[in-house]
């Protein structure tokens, strides 16, 4: 399919990779951008190319696809089923319960569709996910058109049965894709202190026979360091360095209580850390040290995390608090400026999957993966700082089409590729019995 965006603003990278607004049209045939125009278009037919679709930029802002580095897509059922109670709690009496006890594959289906929903109404087009029942998030993803990669959470000690099984289900749903253009996979040992030593080498060593990267949760809480210190004498990170998990490409999760010797090993290695400013804030482990991590050169990425935490995967949302909370953190009202909170939203996190030679930015030659909002919404006028607005000002509701891949998957704030209205009264009946069966 030949689309053509006439005449639109949009948030393009400069020569130093930073923002900039330009006037430009889009020339989009199949999945690509294949070509960028500077000038007024007034005649589509001198461009030499027939299109399918026209669509008029007027009054509208075009940003690239924003990329969530994690998140764990299912969870979207389980959205406010667990408030107000300290992470441990959250996770070991709220979470993994219903993970093992009660949720079935066709609720992980429809729970991970509902999430992507909420993304692609906020322009997101790219996620990271960690899952616990193999399948369904591929399934999902393809269901949407969404881009996205997809890993099983590992839990083991050694190599017990247990965690041999359940790298086993791992490749088992990467051998079910083999060749789905925008589904790849990750390995995801799920944490320190459910995945020993022994096992995190385990799990590299296959990483690296797939030609895979990791994907884990790293630093999230006070009680993770201090287990962690008292078995192994080491931090989370030192411990993940040990096992290997930094060896090729790896996105750590959260990294909220690091050292800044931590900060130098991932520096050291390329690790890409995903924050999730949201959901620590509301689990109560505080903040990561983002502004620290970028001055030493670290990739730094964003991530909502699930619905089960955060409670929200709207990413307009959560560009706006990582700005603000560490405004506030560093007593520095330059930190953390709106064209750094976007380029981690979009470049870095591209950066950070290994795909930022087809993401991340609105160039010539990568892929068609944009969101184009209404910029004569009440919250982005008057248009004194674009830029500026897409950080302290929108909130998501802004954005009426969105094309991953070079489908339009979202049209007028209506998704195309499923039935919104289904999913939705699904994932309420889902609810229902789940609460039931916790006895609530």
């Not at 109404?121 to 998030?137: R, Y």
């Not at 925008?182 to 690296?208: N, Q, R, W």
Request: contains cysteine; proline residues 3%; negative net charge.
């Amino acid at each position: 399919m030949n689309i053509l965006i006439k005449n639109i603003q949009a948030l393009m990278n400069d020569e130093k990779e930073t923002f900039v607004i330009k006037n430009v049209s889009l020339v989009i045939k199949g999945d690509t951008i294949s070509k960028i125009i500077y000038d007024e278009v007034k005649d589509p037919s001198v461009l030499g190319t027939t299109f399918d679709k026209i669509i008029d930029g007027t009054n509208k802002l075009v940003i690239p696809g924003l990329i969530n580095c994690h998140t764990h897509s299912y969870m979207a059922f389980m959205r406010n089923i667990m408030d107000d109670v300290p992470f441990m709690d959250w996770l070991f009496k709220g979470v993994m319960p219903i993970e093992d006890n009660i949720m079935t594959e066709e609720d992980t289906y429809y729970g991970a569709l509902l999430g992507m929903a909420e993304m692609i109404h906020s322009g997101t087009t790219c996620f990271n996910d960690m899952n616990v029942q193999i399948n369904t998030a591929p399934k999902a993803a393809i269901a949407a058109g969404m881009r996205g990669f997809v890993s099983r959470g590992l839990v083991g000690e050694g190599d017990n049965q247990a965690g041999s099984d359940r790298l086993k289900w791992a490749f088992e749903e990467m051998d079910n894709f083999p060749n789905e253009e925008l589904v790849g996979f990750m390995l995801a040992p799920h944490a320190p202190y459910t995945c020993d030593l022994e096992y995190m080498k385990i799990v590299s060593a296959k990483a690296k026979e797939r030609g895979v990267g990791i994907h884990t949760h790293l630093s999230e809480s006070l009680s993770e360091i201090e287990q962690i210190k008292e078995k192994y004498n080491m931090t989370p990170i030192e411990m993940a360095e040990a096992g290997g998990l930094f060896d090729g490409l790896c996105v750590a999760a959260h990294c909220v209580q690091v050292t800044d010797s931590d900060i130098d090993i991932f520096a050291k290695h390329g690790v890409s850390v995903a924050t999730n400013p949201v959901s620590n804030m509301k689990l109560g482990n505080g903040f990561a040290p983002v502004e620290k991590m970028l001055e030493k050169g670290v990739n730094v990425c964003l991530g909502t995390d699930g619905a089960a935490s955060n409670n929200s995967l709207n990413f307009f949302h959560e560009m706006n608090i990582l700005s603000l909370i560490h405004k506030g953190v560093e007593k520095k009202a330059d930190a953390m400026s709106a064209k750094t909170v976007l380029k981690i939203a979009t470049i870095n996190g591209a950066k950070a999957l290994g795909i930022a030679d087809k993401v991340g930015s609105i160039s010539e030659g990568k892929k068609a993966d944009l969101a184009i909002l209404d910029s004569t919404a009440l919250s982005l006028t008057p248009h004194n700082n674009l830029i500026g607005s897409l950080v302290y000002s929108a909130n998501g509701t802004e954005v009426e089409t969105v094309l991953i891949n070079g489908q339009i998957v979202m049209e007028n704030k209506q998704i195309l590729t499923f039935n919104e209205d289904e999913v939705k009264a699904k994932c309420e009946e889902i609810s229902k019995r789940v609460l039931k069966e916790l006895g609530r």
